[in-house]
C-alpha cells in the first residue's frame, strides 16, 4: 500500500505548488508587519496549539500551504493570511441504524452494524469530501444495504465475518480518496418477522425429531440385533435361561426392597425333582 505521503501528492485536490505571487507576497509582507507591530499580543493570537492526536492543516490565501500537515505542538498562524483547520486522528465509532433489507430469497430483514475508521491523510480529508464523516457515514449505510441484498438469508445468519470483511473492502476502496482507512465493520444484529421466527422454529423442531427417531430407530435395530445373538446363545443351552431369568430377579430385588411373586417353571422342578431322584437311586445302589 502507498503511504500516506505519496496518496497526498498524487490524489489531492486544491493543492497548488506555485508561488504566492506579487499581491500574495505583499499580503504575506503585511501580515509580517502586523504581527511585529502588535508584538506581544499577536503571539496569544498566530500561535496554536495541536494536540498529540490532532493535525492542522492551514490555508495560506485560500491554498493549502504544503502537502503536508502541522502538528502536534504549536504552530504559528498568520494573521488575516491564514486559515486553519483541525482534525482528529482517533479511531471514529459509527453506528449504522437498521436498515431494511430484502434478501435474494425475498425475506424482509433488519440489519444494523458498526464500522470503525480513522483518517490517515488529513489533508484528503478536509481538501477532497466537504464532511468527510458524514460522507462515510451514509455510503457506510448504501454499502451495507448492497451488499445484504445480493445474499440470502440463510447466508447472513451463518456467514457474518465474510460479509463483514466484503463490506470493509468495499469501503476501505471507496474511501481512500478521503483520507479514510476502515479499521473494521461488525453486523451486530439481524430481525427478522416474528411470524418467519415462528416458521423457522417449527422447522427446527420438526428437523430435531425426525432426526431423534431416526436415532431411536437406529437403537432398536442394534438391539434386536444384539438379541438376536443373545437368544442363539441360549438356545444352545435350556437352562441358561431360567439362570438368567433368576439373575434379573436378584437385580430387581436389590434394587427394590419388596416381596415379588413370579412363576416358577415346571421345567426346573422337573429337572430339581430328576436331580433327587438319582441321589436317592445313587445311594440306595451304595
Not at 74 to 89: A, E, M, Q, S, T
Not at 151 to 165: N, P
Not at 205 to 220: N, P, Y
Request: aromatic fraction near 6%; charge should be positive; include cysteine.
Amino acid at each position: 500500500m502507498d503511504s500516506p505521503e505519496k496518496l497526498d501528492k498524487n490524489s489531492l485536490v486544491g493543492i497548488n505548488k506555485n508561488r504566492l505571487g506579487v499581491c500574495g507576497w505583499i499580503l504575506f509582507s503585511l501580515s509580517l508587519l502586523l504581527m511585529l507591530i502588535t508584538f506581544p499580543i499577536s503571539i496569544w493570537i498566530c500561535l496554536k496549539i495541536i494536540k498529540e492526536y490532532e493535525r492542522a492543516v492551514v490555508f495560506r490565501l485560500g491554498r493549502i500551504q504544503a502537502d503536508k500537515v502541522k502538528g502536534p505542538g504549536l504552530i504559528l498562524v498568520l494573521p488575516c493570511i491564514d486559515v486553519f483547520v483541525k482534525v482528529d486522528l482517533r479511531t471514529v465509532t459509527c453506528n449504522i441504524p437498521p436498515q431494511e433489507i430484502l434478501t435474494r430469497d425475498s425475506v424482509t430483514t433488519q440489519v444494523d452494524g458498526v464500522v470503525y475508521y480513522r483518517i490517515y491523510s488529513a489533508v484528503s480529508a478536509v481538501a477532497n469530501v466537504n464532511d468527510v464523516h458524514q460522507a462515510t457515514f451514509l455510503l457506510a449505510q448504501t454499502t451495507l444495504r448492497n451488499v445484504l441484498g445480493t445474499q440470502t438469508l440463510s447466508q447472513i445468519l451463518s456467514g457474518r465475518e465474510e460479509i463483514a470483511h466484503s463490506i470493509q473492502t468495499l469501503l476501505d476502496d471507496a474511501t481512500e480518496l478521503w483520507g479514510i482507512r476502515v479499521a473494521r465493520v461488525e453486523i451486530k444484529d439481524v430481525r427478522i418477522p416474528v411470524q418467519l421466527q415462528r416458521s423457522m422454529a417449527a422447522e427446527a423442531e420438526a428437523t430435531r425429531e425426525a432426526r431423534a427417531r431416526v436415532l431411536a430407530a437406529e437403537g432398536e435395530m442394534n438391539a434386536s440385533k444384539s438379541l438376536k445373538s443373545a437368544s442363539m446363545v441360549l438356545s444352545e443351552s435350556p437352562i441358561a435361561l431360567q439362570l438368567r431369568y433368576l439373575q434379573t430377579l436378584t437385580t430387581v430385588a436389590t434394587e427394590k426392597n419388596s416381596t415379588i411373586v413370579f412363576p416358577l417353571p415346571m421345567n426346573i422342578l422337573e429337572g430339581i425333582g430328576g436331580i433327587s431322584y438319582d441321589n436317592k437311586k445313587a445311594h440306595a445302589k451304595a
